[in-house]
């Protein structure tokens, strides 16, 4: 399949497509939707999850991906109010606020409501920078093609991997 995909069924459609990371975005910013795990949607490629934080934070949150890269492997930190990162995406434009299938929103640490694009958070994402980084999902195929089975990616489990809500407050370590 080409990754192009028909307006009708869209979701079961992209669901089989195989795409590069560009075709992949452009049907999003087509306004294209997909709702499952992007588990193995551009496979070959790097896949990143993305955390936003106001820029006040920049540096305290790079210095706690630097000093835990195992689980938060830092891929790229973009600077105050950047919305793309020409560093993961080459030749190809991006823009974090339409190249993501959904975004959930937050206020208070309460889920107010999942955007498809967050083009009507420009302003206030001024203020903001975005962290890449790395997802197990970018070694899956690594992993199935040594012959270990992946329960998220079988059929038979729930089709994305495990994942915590947390709403710890981490402490700096006082000694």
Known sequence: ??????????EQEL???????????????EGKQYKQSTAGICAGYVQA???????????DFQQFCLDNFGPLPLLFASAKGQF???ILTVDESSDIRTD???????KNRVHITTKQDLLEYSDVLKNY???????SFSFDRLLISAG????????KGSGNVSMYKVWQIIKEDPT
């Open 84 to 86: 793309d990162a020409p």
């Open 49 to 59: 999850n993305v955390l936003m934080l106001p820029s006040e934070y920049f540096t």
């Open 1 to 10: 399949m080409d990754g192009h995909l028909q307006e009708t069924n869209c």
């Open 129 to 135: 920078c975005f962290f890449y980084v790395g997802c």
């Open 100 to 106: 993501i299938p959904a975004y959930k929103v937050f």
């Open 148 to 155: 270990i089975p992946l329960r998220y990616t079988d059929g």
């Open 15 to 29: 669901s089989k497509a195989v795409f590069t990371p560009a075709s992949f975005r452009k049907e999003l910013r």
